[in-house]
């Protein structure tokens, strides 16, 4: 199946300072990849959609500014959390369907784990 | 997209068929039901997902039922890499969005 792969797989930042979040689909170009950011014992939620090309959709209650999403090629999407604090420590993961195939099953990058102290 | 109901946990012995119901009575003639994993710390995991005639792939078997009201996901025989918890979800195949997760049911399979 399709590879999606996340970088980095983990990491610990300070409050206050920027993380980015690398989403990359390894053998299918992508003109959508999927946010989702998922927090301890809860379900995964839809933060935004990244298009290749143009702004990215965000999902009610997401800050576009805080969460700021690029998607400069068919194979890259980055996400990159400004200003982090505490509590935007959570699990980030992200999707990104094949096209051509026919269906619209997503694949998951291995997801990122953020905590931010 | 339909919402859909599971149970929130099931056992079930290593070696043995699990069997994992989702209740979906909403769904609509154009939604298909998907099935997806999510093992602790790690990404989701595409299983499987039909329209209306049951499936099988070498992961699973999806078996919906004649009103595509409910489905069952079967695991032939289950070991313990299978733990983890799983999704249904029901969208349209053209659908461009997210997808929208429930909270799935967490099978932990017992030695």
């Known amino acids: 199946g399709a590879v999606v792969s996340q970088h980095p797989s983990w990491v610990i930042c300070k409050s206050g300072t920027s993380v980015k979040i690398e989403c990359r689909s390894l053998?299918?170009?992508?003109?959508?990849m999927f946010w989702y950011r998922q927090f301890p014992k809860q379900s995964l939620m839809l933060m935004a959609t990244?298009?290749?090309?143009?702004?990215?959709?965000?999902e009610q209650g997401v800050e576009k500014d805080k969460f700021l999403i690029n998607h400069a090629s068919l194979t890259l999407s980055t996400l990159t959390v400004t200003s982090a604090h505490p509590e935007d420590s959570s699990f980030y993961i992200c999707?990104?369907?094949?096209?051509?195939?026919?269906?619209?099953?997503?694949?998951f990058g291995q997801g990122t784990r953020l905590t931010v102290v | 997209d339909a919402k859909t109901t599971q149970p929130t946990s099931m056992d079930c012995a290593e070696g043995r068929a699990a069997n994992l119901p989702c209740n979906h009575s909403?769904?609509?003639?154009?939604?298909?039901v998907y099935w997806y994993r999510q093992i602790h710390s790690q990404g989701p995991q595409y299983i499987i997902h039909?329209?209306?005639n049951n499936e099988t792939n070498e992961m699973a078997s999806l078996i919906i039922t004649e009103d595509r009201k409910s489905s069952t996901l079967i695991l032939p025989h289950a070991t313990l890499r299978d733990t983890a918890v799983y999704y249904c979800?029901?969208?349209?195949?053209?659908?461009?969005?997210?997808?929208?997760f429930g909270k799935g049911t967490h099978l932990i399979i017992q030695p």
């Open positions: 999707s990104a369907r094949a096209p051509g195939q026919g269906t619209v099953e997503a694949f």
């Open positions: 053998d299918f170009q992508a003109t959508t």
């Open positions: 990244s298009n290749e090309g143009s702004k990215a959709t965000y």
């Open positions: 909403t769904i609509s003639g154009n939604e298909y």
């Open positions: 039909g329209l209306k």
């Open positions: 979800i029901v969208r349209s195949r053209g659908g461009a969005d997210g997808l929208t």
